[in-house]
């Protein structure tokens, strides 16, 4: 009895087409830290703004297997568009084959993706502009440019830091030869809390330590956590991609000198805006104005799709910022 | 042994685990109209099940023995870094045959699993020590060895054709899921219709009683963790495919739903009893919960919640039917 049930069950299945509104997945690195939930209100404005479905979902860990098992279910669910930031692009590339087959654009957003065919690569900022300004802001906050520092990253396979971090390596070569990296970055896996135990080890392994760049925007604040504990704010500089809000504590008491970022609801808002337009026809130009973003640069390769330039939240700012 | 009547009642506990099968179908497709009772979606949840479908065998077989093996998926993944970086290797160095890169990478993974098994088996079986705490042991062992050499990242750089392994299918039908059958009629057979199977089931009833009835309890306990390790490379080659990576934490959660899914099965944690079959409609349950709720769009928490509480619900109604048995014989 049971087996003609399943059978029949079995026997009945139905393809069916799910006519809805326009469906845009968003997908950060995860949920549940400052950075993301602020995209989060950016990308779900924009989505009460053009009267579609924004969906915000991603994995409660920095896993690349969990967003590749969400992004399967979303899949047959129905969607239109998958804005993805992945934990690591190679990880993803298999199921992004998988929506290209299915006919949903991709694009990815605050870092890139590879395989399928990402149409729009959208950055905050210009990577190589970034890497280099936040080594300028090190050596300015270190007050000299020949010392021992090192770097606290998030997840070592994280696409967007790595980035970042090969551009200011470069270009500290050329332009600051006594700046000395003493070890290789560190990773904290997107916690505070990691990146302070980290910044500890460091300070304790290297007791010369003038300099700290904080990648991912929970690094710099853990490790200010840690500069402050030990009342390290005049010797050792901490500067970093940080969110204002959590950075003012640490800006006023000089544990940490420059928080460098840009607004992620901004980018979030930008993610939804350049899928909508995709998925309606509407070309995307170098210099178009997008509500509530701006002027946007569109790079030669039409692909990368550019913010705008990046913001330094200091002691004297910091409090204008809400996010 | 229980003869006739014990093992129509165990029988019980399998129908019971289908109909629950039916039943949960029956209610996402409710809930999702369109969505869930789809060739699709079928398809999608054969490719996800698999790697942790097969990992669950694994874990059964040496649960059964009335044992457990924690270090089944660090094992799982620390072969898999060691094919990934072959792998990688010949793939970079150039002019090598895909095929050929992609046997060598599985000859490894296999080779790297088989000896992780022997590791286990040899401390649990010839020197004696509980497996719960060899196989914590060796699980950190593993992890480290993993984590070191890949320094938390992951490894990438497989020719293109090793994705089809986990990506494609035929006539619908994913390769993973043919894997997993072929995994699971493996298993089936060996257990419970040779005389190893025999014997695993005894040494998990009583290890003293089946040694001194002549049987060599060692070699039996050795295979059993070897088998589990083979299972366990397996799975590592699939998820590699899958996620086009390796790396040391993939599957991390997979250990302990493993087990869930062994007892949800109906194998008895004291060993002794349980089957193949049981333990693969558990997995089909936690599956379909799994995707159900990601298309209704639950949030991932009260997934967990609800997978807790079939179990609880689940064994509960095990111990109290077991009860019963018990005092109709007396």
Redesign the interface.
């Known amino acids: 009895m ?1 087996k003609v ?2 059978l029949v ?2 026997l ?5 087409v ?1 006519a809805s509104a326009e469906t845009i997945v968003v997908m950060p690195k995860l949920v549940g830290i400052p950075y993301f939930n602020a995209s989060q209100v950016g990308a779900e404005a924009a989505g009460k703004e053009l009267g579609i479905d924004v969906i915000y979902t991603g994995p ?1 860990e920095g ?3 969990q967003q ?3 992004i ?7 969607i239109d568009c998958l804005a993805i930031a992945p934990n ?1 692009p ?2 993803v ?2 199921v992004l ?2 929506c290209k087959e299915a006919n949903v654009l991709v694009v990815d957003w605050d870092t890139t993706a590879k ?1 399928g065919d990402v149409k729009y690569s959208i950055h905050q900022i210009d990577d190589k502009a970034y890497g280099e300004f936040i080594w300028d802001k090190l050596v300015e906050a270190m007050g000299t440019d020949s010392g021992e520092y090192a770097i606290v990253t998030g ?3 994280a696409a967007n830091l790595n980035t970042w971090i090969k551009y200011g390596e470069d270009y500290a070569a050329t332009k600051y030869p006594n700046l000395k990296l003493v070890t ?1 970055p560190v ?1 904290s896996d997107e916690s505070a809390q990691e990146a302070y135990t980290q910044t500890l080890a460091l300070l304790a392994a290297y007791p010369d330590l003038k300099g700290i760049i904080g990648i991912s925007t929970p690094a710099p604040i853990g490790a200010a956590m840690a500069i402050q504990e030990k009342g390290l704010q005049d010797k050792v500089a901490v500067v970093g991609s940080s969110m204002p809000t959590d950075s003012a504590p640490y800006l006023k008491d000089g544990s940490l000198d420059f928080g460098i970022l840009w607004d992620p609801g901004m980018l979030g808002k930008l993610t939804v805006y350049v899928a909508h337009d995709e998925l309606n026809g509407v070309k995307i130009e170098n210099g178009m104005e997008i509500p509530g973003v701006g002027k946007i640069t569109l790079l030669d390769d039409g692909k990368t799709i550019i913010m705008g330039p990046p913001s330094v939240w200091t002691k004297d700012n910091v409090d204008q910022f809400k996010f | 042994m229980d003869g006739a009547r014990g093992h129509f009642s165990r029988n019980k506990n399998q ?1 019971f685990l ?2 629950l099968l ?1 039943l949960l ?2 209610g996402m497709s409710l809930m999702a ?3 869930f ?6 398809k ?1 949840m054969g ?2 099940m698999a790697e942790f479908g097969i990992l669950a065998i694994g874990m059964s077989v040496a649960i059964m023995t009335g044992g457990i093996n924690l270090s089944l998926v660090n094992s799982a993944m620390l072969s898999a870094i060691a094919g990934a970086f072959l792998m990688r290797g010949m793939n970079e160095a150039g002019g090598i045959p895909d095929l050929v890169i992609i046997a060598s990478g599985i000859a490894v993974v296999m080779v790297v699993s088989i000896l992780c098994g022997m590791i286990n088996g040899y401390f649990v079986a010839y020197v004696g020590v509980a497996s719960l705490l060899v196989t914590l042991g060796t699980q950190t062992v593993f992890n480290g060895v993993s984590l070191n050499i890949t ?4 490894i ?1 750089g497989f020719p293109e054709l090793f ?1 089809r392994i ?2 494609g299918s035929v006539l619908n039908i994913p390769y993973t899921m043919l894997i997993y059958v072929a995994a699971i009629l493996a298993a089936w057979y060996l257990v419970e219709r040779t005389p190893w199977g025999v014997s695993v089931y005894m040494v998990g009833g009583n290890e003293k009683a089946t040694r001194f009835s002549g049987i060599n309890t060692k070699a039996v306990l050795m295979k059993v963790y070897v088998f589990s390790a083979v299972m366990a490379g397996v799975a590592g080659v699939l ?1 590699v ?5 390796a ?1 040391a ?3 991390s959660s997979y250990t302990l739903q493993a087990v869930a899914a062994t007892v949800l099965g109906g194998t008895d944690i004291n060993g002794g009893s349980g089957h193949i079959l049981g333990t693969v409609t558990a997995v089909c349950i936690l599956q379909v919960v799994s ?1 159900g709720f ?2 209704i ?1 639950i949030n ?1 928490n009260i997934t967990d919640v609800v997978t807790g509480f079939i179990l609880v619900a689940v064994l509960t109604i095990n111990y109290f039917a077991a009860r019963e048995r018990r005092h109709k014989k007396a």
Not at chain 2, 37 to 42: A, I, K, S
Not at chain 2, 151 to 154: A, E, K, L, P, Q
């Open positions: 049971k049930l399943s069950l079995l009945s299945l139905v393809l069916c799910a409660t896993d690349a297997a590749v098992q969400m399967e279910d979303l899949l047959i669910r129905g690591d190679d990880a590339s298999p084959q998988k395989g997840y070592l396979t290789d990773p | 129908y289908l109909a039916m179908i029956a109209p369109g969505k009772l789809t060739v699709r979606n079928f999608n490719f996800q320094r938390g990242s992951g990438s994705q986990g990506a998820m495919s899958r996620y086009n990576s790396r934490d993939y599957g995707s990601n298309i769009g991932r």
